[in-house]
């Protein structure tokens, strides 16, 4: 029912990421922290109903307080698609959920778990804000309330979700919540109290490093066991994570004001492969990884997936592209660099999509971002992988997206940008909200944020993935939004396009 296009891959976003069997029962357990894992089983259903469901963090806004905590929110998938009647809105008073939002079988009973990073306002004696790692559990009747995981976890925030030791049970990178630049691998398995079997520090070789902004899991080398690709800001004039937010209370004070002398030195992109003994530093690829990931602001952030279906994970970076005079440079690009069995970025050469390549709209200007937020999967149904990028600064901000379909002239069924030059249509779709039959319209003041939101999920189960977009400036940023496009054999409807707002999941964004 399922497409059989593998796709495994972990970020730190506050949205998360794409599924391949009917549910999370039956063959290996997965423990890839995307929703294909390596083993073939979905991770994108949560009650193994067959249908993928979305989870997301919805940050609501108030006029006269700015962001409010964002809450956590997940849409269960049905024969009709997402359904917003089915969901279920995680809303404590003040807990501020940061993300990512990574999925795996944490406890080994065969549905998928959802673990993610939260903040709570108030829970220590002098009440300010305290960080953790909570789990929602998986079951037939969907996710459980959100749980902290205990032990070694405390005080740390998920990052990334993987075997990195190949045990066959899922593991956690985490970050220490203070900030101040702690990372630790929280091995399984978990046991009843959700606590880890062991905890160690990450090597980093230095003594000191800032916490990541990114990590990006993946089998980059075919072993089966995760391997993890680190990004770090340029500006270590702060050491708040990025995607903690400002403080509600104080919306233009950074959390971590004081200076970050723990800022990495060495690189702004770090590599790590999984062995027998868990991650350790591979720094071989990570030149090439730090020029494919560049921009003038330090690396953006990457996803993983199985471009080319060759049963390895790929990175999937987008960059600033080409520096300098016209309006094409620095427009964005997306760099697929390959894994294979000995190491990423060690086998195929690179493929590099360009904004302004054959059977994309030739209207790249500076600064549209092109190439971030990518995702794989299979949305045409044809077995072969396709890709889905955003460039989420396209017309002042309000966003657009791209569908790369998968090629029968690339290497596995690669997105090939070749094929669109002699043939003049490669398939390639770029869709934003003035797009013909997609409902609403763009503003024309820019900032809607048009953007889709990793995985592609198959959430009404006819065996092509969707992408759901998300334009959280949509309506001034009063009520913001959520488009679901259907994967068809000829790659993404807009004939029949579904939008939901976080109004209809029972979350209002203040006026007052």
Known sequence: MRSSVPVAAVTMSVLLLAGCSEGGHGGPKPVEGATKGTAGASLGDFNGDGYDDFATAIRPTSASRGPLPARLAVVYGSAHGLDPRHRLVVDGAEDDYVGPLLRTDLDGDGFTDLVTARFRHGSSPRGERTGETVILRGGPHGLAAPRPLAGGAAGFLALAVGDFDGDGTADLLASAADGRGAVRVLYGPFGSKAGPARTTPLPTGRSRRAAPATATAGDFDGDHRTDVVLTYRYDATQSERPDQPARPDQPDQPNHPEPDDTAPLDTPVAHYRGGPKGLVRDKRPEARLAHALGTEDGPREPAAGDADHDGIDDLLAPGQGTLGPGRHRGSGRLTVVHGAKSGLGRGRPDLTVDPSGPGLPGDARRGDGFGGSPSVGDITGDGRPDLVVASPEKNYGNGRLTLLPGSRRGHGGEYDPAASAPEGDGGEQSLDLD????????????????????????????????????????????????????????????????RFTPADLGIRFRTG
């Open 435 to 498: 797009t013909p039959g997609v409902p609403g319209r763009h503003t024309p003041y820019g900032f809607d944020a048009f953007a889709p939101q990793p995985p592609l999920l198959d959430v009404d189960g006819d065996g092509h993935d969707d992408v759901i977009a998300a334009a959280p400036g949509y309506g001034h940023g009063r009520t913001g939004g959520f488009w679901v496009f259907r994967g068809t054999g000829r790659g993404l409807s807009t004939s029949d396009v579904r």
